[in-house]
T-cell receptor, first 112, second 112 residues
Framework: NAGVTQTPKFQVLKTGQSMTLQCAQD?????MYWYRQDPGMGLRLIYY???????DKGEVPNGYNVSRLNKREFSLRLESAAPSQTSVYFC???????????FGSGTRLTVV | AQSVTQLDSQVPVFEEAPVELRCNYS??????LFWYVQYPNQGLQLLLK??????LVESINGFEAEFNKSQTSFHLRKPSVHISDTAEYFC??????????FGAGTRLTVKP
């Protein structure tokens, strides 16, 4: 049982380039999330999807877009990368908030 | 919105000593509380959670946390730590919705 799978694991972008971070879960969870992790700031919610076909902004959505392609997949897109988006990005999923979240292993993104 | 404050960014401790990682939360509604652990280069893993009922909750590896409503705290404790407990620990709060907020993290270092 793979859980939550994120690709790629590492990426270096030049300022202004675009890219999509992929996330897939095989636990039949309804809700999926994208967080970014920065030193001393913990994890901050970028976007979430409570169910297939719906997406909502989190705490720090600016500069990002998301797509809930189907129940399994939730992608995060950076249209024009900026150095401030250098971070570690985590995807997570949950059956229900009371169960807690299952996290992927992260994507380390550097924007130069 | 709810918020979490982890009072210590780093906690060094010797092996077999007790440890307490402190967490305070703020919310105007009832909440679920969680502790997650993150080992180097990995995603977060759920350690334990408080939903309702008994205010003392335990994990399978000897950690426990106590929900204190009057002090709005959810401190994590372990009576005797091991080298393998070295990791970063995150406290999180959710107001029964899809907006789980995380603290900045506490880096626990267990020294021999």
């Amino acid at each position: 049982n793979a859980g939550v799978t994120q690709t790629p694991k590492f990426q270096v972008l030049k300022t202004g380039q675009s890219m999509t971070l992929q996330c897939a879960q095989d636990m039949n969870h309804n809700s999926m999330y994208w967080y970014r992790q920065d030193p001393g700031m913990g994890l901050r919610l970028i976007y979430y999807s409570a169910s297939e076909g719906t997406t909502d902004k989190g705490e720090v959505p600016n500069g990002y877009n998301v797509s809930r392609l189907n129940k399994r997949e939730f992608s995060l897109r950076l249209e024009s990368a900026a150095p401030s988006q250098t971070s570690v990005y985590f995807c997570a999923s949950s059956r229900d908030t009371s169960y807690g979240y299952t996290f992927g292993s992260g994507t380390r993104l550097t924007v130069v | 919105a709810q918020s979490v404050t982890q009072l210590d960014s780093q906690v060094p401790v010797f092996e077999e000593a007790p440890v307490e990682l402190r967490c305070n939360y703020s919310s105007s509604v009832s909440v679920y509380l969680f502790w997650y652990v993150q080992y180097p280069n990995q995603g977060l893993q759920l350690l334990l959670k408080y939903l309702s009922g008994s205010t003392l909750v335990e994990s399978i590896n000897g950690f426990e946390a106590e929900f204190n409503k009057s002090q709005t705290s959810f401190h994590l404790r372990k009576p005797s730590v091991h080298i393998s407990d070295t990791a970063e620990y995150f406290c999180a709060v959710s107001a029964h919705n899809n907006d789980m907020r995380f603290g900045a993290g506490t880096r626990l270092t267990v020294k021999p």
